[in-house]
């Protein structure tokens, strides 16, 4: 009896110590949930910010301060959690997506009821959602020709400036700003599900498109979707770019299959929400002509994508009043400067640093920096375009989307998971290339959760500097005992380190 129960157990547990990995994320999630209540953001006329728990958790620095410590440990948490994850899966044999699949349902819900954290993005769609409800052209004004508009918590950013969001998510905005009426709470609810659907689209289509590629699904789903910066950008800040990336990762997938027409409506769809997937379109078009495509066949089906996608943005213009307008922004959107985290950023603060050290005129720099890394970029992806096999398309596709991302003068943390599914579906190597996904991710987690949080006007003088201090030095003594002290995980880095090519002809040599 108890030999010929063995194998059932050993069957019914396939990955020894799967759950605890499971629970241990779902208790960092959890702890990024009760963080968010003293750091997230909420609008000024939310009913919550006069409930006495918010009250001392939000207004009383001994609240913010362990609000601001939960949050920072459950991020690290829910990170090693990961990390275990990719240790007891590594085989990623048949029912490994299942385990990537349930990780992803468990380690969400706890921020599907989360403040806003890491950004306030979705004040500013709700700002924008008032702005066709009122017949106004959010490509044209800003949110500060709506009454009340700060205090529906939208950031000052976006005052003056134009949306750079496509118009399906113009629409989309007006739809949950009809249905909510002035609840502001409900309102990031609404737009949390909205996200969670393009979180779902990549959970689907990832390990499909990763196994038209000769990769691991479950690896790929792992590597993007249980990946807890996207978890906490894509659902705890119910960002549009989910939706945006969902969608694109949908019509990749499509053109593989040669479902071209339905690729191109996929895409557009994209497109309507965040038009930097533009730069997908011309790899679409190439995708469904086939591999063994001459050229001018190719350039006929560039010419029948540019067609389609053309018809399905006249239509949605025509329909919303709107016509091109995004199109206008994506071409001149001024954006927010420059971030000190972007090479462009860096460069352009370098240089105007010079400059005004001599006392010499420096206003030209940033656009004269832009102007130049918008050609780069360009001129990668027409180089990609033309040049490789078809084999490597998805792959050149990423190479492209990345060189728009790396060549720009601002790089925000969620702009790395545009790309990520794309060069997780084509593969990743176990080596610098894992290296290099794990210290970014790593660095990225740090960042927000230091930077990206709310602490009242009265408080910021004398509070801001201190927790931002504890949360960076949560953050370095976790990955420091992560990388190098953890009896777990302390073999990650070094073993992918030494599976690095140059390393090991360092050693031979």
Not at 93 to 120: C, F, N, Q, T, Y
Not at 302 to 318: D, E, H, K, P, R
Not at 429 to 454: E, G, K, P, S
Request: charge should be positive; proline fraction near 5%; hydrophobic fraction near 55%.
């Amino acid at each position: 009896m108890v030999s010929a129960s063995k194998p059932e157990v050993l069957e019914s547990q396939p990955y020894p110590g799967v759950n605890k990995t499971l629970l241990s994320g779902i208790v960092g999630s959890s702890m990024i949930l009760f963080g968010s209540f003293g750091t997230g953001w909420l609008a000024s006329v939310s009913p919550l910010n006069r409930d006495p728990f918010f009250i001392m958790v939000r207004t009383e620095a001994t609240g913010v301060t362990i609000s601001v410590i939960l949050l920072a440990l459950g991020c690290w948490l829910l990170f090693r959690a990961w990390w275990r994850l990719g240790q007891k899966l590594n085989s990623w044999d048949e029912g490994s997506l299942k385990i990537v699949r349930r990780a992803v349902w468990l380690w969400s819900i706890p921020m599907l009821i989360a403040l806003p954290i890491m950004s306030r993005d979705v004040f500013a769609y709700i700002g924008q959602g008032r702005l066709v409800d009122a017949g106004q052209d959010p490509y044209v004004d800003g949110i500060s020709s709506l009454n009340n508009w700060f205090q529906l918590g939208a950031d000052t950013m976006w005052a003056q400036d134009g949306t750079p969001y496509g118009p399906l998510f113009l629409t989309i905005e007006f739809i949950v700003v009809n249905i909510v009426g002035g609840s502001t709470d409900v309102a990031v609810l609404a737009f949390r599900g909205i996200a969670l659907i393009g979180v779902l689209l990549c959970l689907r289509y990832v390990p499909k498109l990763a196994e038209l590629h000769s990769v691991s699904g479950a690896k790929a789903a792992w590597m993007t979707v249980a990946n807890p910066l996207f978890l906490v950008n894509f659902v705890a800040s119910a960002h549009n770019d989910a939706l945006m990336v969902g969608l694109s990762v949908w019509a990749v997938y499509l053109a593989c299959k040669r479902h071209g027409f339905w690729a191109i409506v996929v895409l557009a769809a994209s497109i309507g929400v965040k038009p930097i997937t533009l730069v997908l379109l011309p790899f679409i078009g190439l995708l469904w002509a086939g591999p063994t495509a001459s050229w001018p066949r190719r350039i006929l089906y560039w010419a029948y994508s540019g067609t389609i996608f053309l018809a399905l943005m006249t239509l949605v213009g025509w329909m919303n009043g709107y016509w091109f307008g995004w199109l206008d922004v994506l071409l001149n959107y001024k954006g927010v400067g420059v971030s000190i985290i972007a090479p462009l950023g860096m460069l352009t603060v370098g240089l105007s640093g010079i400059f005004n050290s001599f006392g010499l005129e420096s206003g030209w720099v940033l656009p004269v920096v832009k102007s130049g890394g918008q050609l780069l970029a360009v001129g990668l992806a027409i180089v990609l375009m033309f040049r490789g096999k078809y084999s490597h398309l998805v792959q050149r596709m990423g190479i492209a989307y990345a060189g728009i991302v790396v060549l720009s003068p601002v790089i925000q943390p969620w702009y790395l998971l545009w790309l990520l599914p794309f060069f997780a579906v084509t593969g990743l190597r176990d080596d610098w290339q894992m290296l290099w996904l794990h210290l970014t991710t790593i660095f990225f987690l740090a960042y927000q959760a230091a930077d990206q949080i709310f602490v009242w006007q009265f408080l910021q003088e004398s509070l801001v500097p201190r927790v931002q201090l504890i949360s960076w030095s949560i953050s370095i003594i976790c990955a420091l005992y992560l990388i190098f002290l953890d009896p777990k995980t302390k073999t990650i880095c070094p073993e992918l380190l030494s599976s690095t090519n140059w390393l090991k002809k360092k050693k031979k040599a």
